[in-house]
Nanobody, 115 residues
Framework: QVQLVESGGGLVQPGGSLRLSCAAS????????MSWYRQAPGKQREWVGT???????NYPASVKGRFTISRDNAKNTVYLQMSSLKPEDTAAYYC?????????WGQGTQVTVSS
């Protein structure tokens, strides 16, 4: 059974930081590129970044410099470290595992940035 479980979401003030985790099971984790996406109500799903097995990560301009994706292959876990958070970062955050034609999604964790 393939399962991706996000955790670490919550309420944070603007300018604050939050670290999300995505724990994977049922897959050979090191074979998968791990990505983070987010979706706010009434908005399209947005790509937040991708981290390949070797640890190299890419990000869109909207989060570059503020968000960092890392992974621990031994723990089958990918992380999203978010800093300098803005209200527009408020969204449900999802992780995705991809290898070849296979794609799996987690169920998401809510991040709310508000004072």
């Amino acid at each position: 059974q393939v399962q991706l479980v996000e955790s670490g979401g919550g309420l944070v003030q603007p300018g604050g930081s939050l670290r999300l985790s995505c724990a994977a099971s049922g897959i050979t984790f090191s074979m998968y590129a791990m990505s983070w996406y987010r979706q706010a109500p009434g908005k399209q799903r947005e790509w937040v970044g991708t981290c390949i097995s070797g640890g190299i990560a890419n990000y869109p301009a909207s989060v570059k410099g503020r968000f960092t994706i890392s992974r621990d292959n031994a723990k089958n876990t990918v992380y999203l470290q978010m800093s300098s958070l803005k209200p527009e970062d408020t969204a449900a955050y999802y992780c995705k595992a991809v290898t070849g034609d296979l794609e799996y999604w987690g169920q998401g964790t809510q991040v709310t940035v508000s004072s």
